[in-house]
């Protein structure tokens, strides 16, 4: 029997970690101990101290941070350093805001904890000292940088920007931390990249006359002296990319929602060509080094050549590059990093000859932007290696994008993040399956945790007796099935969809025939300002799509029902999913898409019961989930809700909610 397996069924009773959470609860308004919370904890503590691997299955409710802060908190106890990885900034955000310094108030436990993000979360002040100047210059000629390489297209001339870049660095003077989260506005990205840099940009502390005010570098500081540091998984796969450079040595590591972290290093790992960011080199390059402008000529004319290549080959669709570039995208890409090394070279030696001054950094932090330019042109032009795929595809804003990414994740982590240093990882999410972390390239122990809920009578799983989603009549029945619900419940409903296409044809249906009652559609207004609607309006019903599947959490009978139009697939012509479905082979279907469709779907489903009282319905208009071979494999991912296909069952269990 494996060390989890035995802990599951005879868990220590009094650990350090168990008498540390025993206190935590206790100081939580009515809080209750929880059994599975206490099983979790009490793994990550054995794994901490046997240098085991673990990957926890930890579903809704479960209390999972505090089960993983505990045992870090112990950690720093005794002299480890904690890494802990979430999925996103907001995640960041709430460990420290909230978790943290409960648990740092209520154990009177002495650990130190800290936040890092990357560099383009912070202002720069050698960026702020610029804008400063030209804003001081009427800020006529603006930064005319591009989004790859986070300055963005910032014309100070227009008087929003200007407005808002004013805003910012108003807020800068008095800022302690500069970190964009505690910007009182959500300013436009043009705006924000005028006063912040890329990874690829900052020039360096060694070589920035700011670096003593620098608010990135503080960050960092504070992070070598912390025992617990909360980063996001962006940075993490930065900080793997980089040669583990980024962050404090570290012993101990914790994956949450560590069914996204495949996917984040793939993007860590990928590299991007566009027009754009050719045709921002050169603006760069032009302001920098006026005299120079045949360097910017020739780069303006590698992007028009690499565009009208790509758009050759993918037109409006994605193309994937299985032989490597091809003749004519070679001889593009190879322009172009002709022209990048020379206008490298150009601004190198305008760097030599720059005085100390705000001018000098923007040239220094130009030469970064052209080296990053040349260097990934190179990359581009090597051969395609094992575990490597290329495409063309086309996007909303450069026509076209030339990316090269990794799929070998598993080798890469095993070989540059786990291999030499003594590291022990714990993965954690609600939808973890046994292999998440073997493609994470860890020998991990696997643990499932019980939900603390009793989903048999807190939930009913209905698969209506439609067609399936081939068939032409299927969308209609989609949108009577959600018309049917929200009838019945009087709105409260979330309706997730795979597709946006298939999101508008459902609300447009409904709108004509739900009169009075109150439909939000993703895309109508900001998702921020949709989610508030939709948690203050206990009638009102959400459309959504992908962002919602995972970032919505709504507890009450404000989302009595929550609504999948179908079983999640990976889109198969994903030039990452046909790559990984050639490495499997055969199995492919069985081994990639049903587990990829099946944790995608338990996200989804992971929307409706969010307390030990809350009640409803799960509607998947997919009969697939309850006719085809592999509905078991899919269905083994979802909490064990009463699962049924008659209606009146369905319809039976609503009425029994009582809601008005
Ligand atoms: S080190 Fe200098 S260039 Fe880099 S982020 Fe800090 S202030 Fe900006």
Redesign the pocket.
């Known amino acids: 029997m494996s060390e989890a397996a035995e802990m599951e069924q005879n868990p220590p009773s009094s650990s350090a970690a168990a008498v540390l959470l025993q206190s935590a609860i206790a100081a939580i308004p009515e809080g209750e101990e929880r059994a599975e919370q206490l099983q979790m904890t009490q793994a990550v503590e054995h794994a901490f101290s046997a240098k085991q691997h673990l990957a926890v299955q930890g579903p809704t409710g479960v209390g999972k941070s505090i089960a993983y802060l505990i045992p870090a908190i112990l950690g720093a106890l005794s002299g480890s350093r904690t890494v802990i990885v979430t999925s996103s900034k907001a995640l960041q955000d709430q460990l420290a805001s909230v978790e943290l310094p409960f648990l740092r108030r209520v154990l009177d436990q002495p650990f130190t904890y800290s936040v890092l993000k990357g ?1 383009s979360n ?1 202002v ?4 702020v000292a610029e804008v400063r100047v030209q804003l001081g210059g009427a800020g006529q000629q603006g930064l005319d940088l591009g989004p790859q390489d986070s300055l963005g297209d910032v014309d100070l001339s227009d008087a929003e920007l200007r407005d808002e870049v004013l805003e910012i660095l108003d807020w800068a003077e008095g800022s302690a931390t500069g970190d964009m989260a505690e910007l009182p506005i959500t300013p436009h990205w043009k705006a924000w990249s005028a006063v912040s ?1 890329g990874p690829g940009e ?4 060694s070589k ?1 006359s ?2 003593s005010d ?1 608010k ?2 503080q960050a960092r500081a504070a992070a070598e002296d912390a025992e617990i540091v909360v980063v996001n998984a962006h940075l993490y796969g930065a900080h793997i990319q980089t040669g583990g450079t980024l962050l404090p040595a570290h012993n101990q590591l914790v994956i949450d929602e560590a069914h996204e972290f495949e996917d984040s290093i793939v993007g860590s790992l990928s590299i991007e060509l566009t027009e754009g960011r050719l045709s921002n080199l050169a603006r760069v390059h032009d302001r920098c080094v006026a005299a120079e402008d045949k360097v910017s000529g020739s780069l303006r004319s590698a992007g028009a050549m690499l565009e009208a290549c790509m758009d050759g080959i993918a037109g409006s669709g994605t193309v994937r590059l299985t032989s490597g570039l091809g003749e004519d995208l070679a001889a593009a890409v190879s322009t172009a990093a002709v022209a990048a090394d020379r206008a490298l070279n150009s601004l190198r030696a305008a760097a030599k000859h720059a005085g100390e001054s705000t001018a000098k ?1 923007r040239i220094e ?1 130009s030469v970064r932007i052209a080296e990053s330019v040349v260097d990934d042109t190179q990359s581009l032009l090597g051969k395609l290696g094992k575990g490597t795929v290329l495409w063309v595809e086309p996007t909303r804003n450069y026509r076209h994008v030339l990316r090269l990414t990794r799929i070998d994740v598993a080798d890469t982590l095993r070989s540059q993040a786990w291999a030499e240093k003594a590291l022990t990882v714990v993965c954690c999410s609600a939808t973890l399956d046994s292999g998440t972390a073997s493609r994470l390239g860890l020998e991990a122990e696997y643990l499932s945790v019980p939900s603390p809920f009793n989903f048999r009578d807190q939930a009913v799983l209905f698969v209506p007796k439609i067609h399936r989603p081939t068939h032409p009549d299927w969308a209609e029945e989609v949108a009577q099935e959600v018309e049917h619900v929200i009838r019945a419940l009087s709105g409260r409903t979330l309706a997730l969809f795979t597709s946006n296409r298939m999101l508008r044809s459902t609300v447009d249906l409904c709108r004509e025939r739900l009169e009075g009652f109150t439909l939000l559609a993703q895309g109508d207004a900001p998702n921020p300002v949709l989610q508030d609607q939709f948690l203050n309006d206990e009638h009102a019903s959400l459309f959504a799509t992908a962002s919602f599947w995972t970032g919505i959490s709504s507890p009450g009978p404000t989302c009595s029902a929550v609504i999948l139009d179908k079983i999640p697939f990976p889109v198969p012509t994903d030039p990452i999913v046909q790559a990984r479905c050639e490495v499997v082979g055969d199995a492919a279907f069985m081994e990639v898409s049903v587990p990829a469709a099946g944790m995608q779907l338990a996200q989804g489903v992971g929307r409706l019961i969010r307390t030990a009282t809350d009640r409803g319905v799960v509607v998947v208009c997919d009969p697939r989930l309850a006719e085809a071979q592999y509905r078991n494999r899919i269905l083994d991912l979802l909490p064990p809700m009463r699962r049924v296909r008659n209606r009146e069952f369905l319809d039976q269990f609503i009425r029994d909610l009582e809601l008005d």
Do not use: K, Q, T
Request: proline share 0%; net charge neutral; glycine share 6%.
């Open positions: 560099r912070y720069c002040e050698a960026a840099v900052c020039v360096g502390a920035c700011y670096a620098c990135s570098e950094h932090r």
